[in-house]
């Protein structure tokens, strides 16, 4: 909790945040692709960070998201015909 406060500050209440992710490499034919998946906030904790603006108008911090990231790279190689 941030406690540490000037007046007219409100005190900000402690929180924790889990956050898991998992990622690896796989093969598309030859083409190599790297995959990967991240839950942020995975338990949908409502929580303000005390140095926000938005903590002033009651707006907590994110909820629950959800990224899928998907890497293809190219050899940038071009065959002419």
Not at 30 to 57: A, D, E, G, M, R
């Amino acid at each position: 909790p941030q406690n540490n406060i000037v007046p007219p500050e409100d005190p900000t209440p402690g929180h924790q945040v889990l956050n898991i992710g998992a990622g690896g490499d796989l093969k598309w034919g030859k083409q190599p692709i790297q995959v990967s998946l991240q839950i942020q906030n995975l338990l949908n904790t409502k929580y303000f960070n005390h140095t926000s603006y938005y903590k002033l108008i009651h707006v907590p911090e994110p909820g629950r998201n959800i990224v899928i990231h998907i890497s293809i790279p190219f050899s940038g190689k071009i065959k002419s015909t």
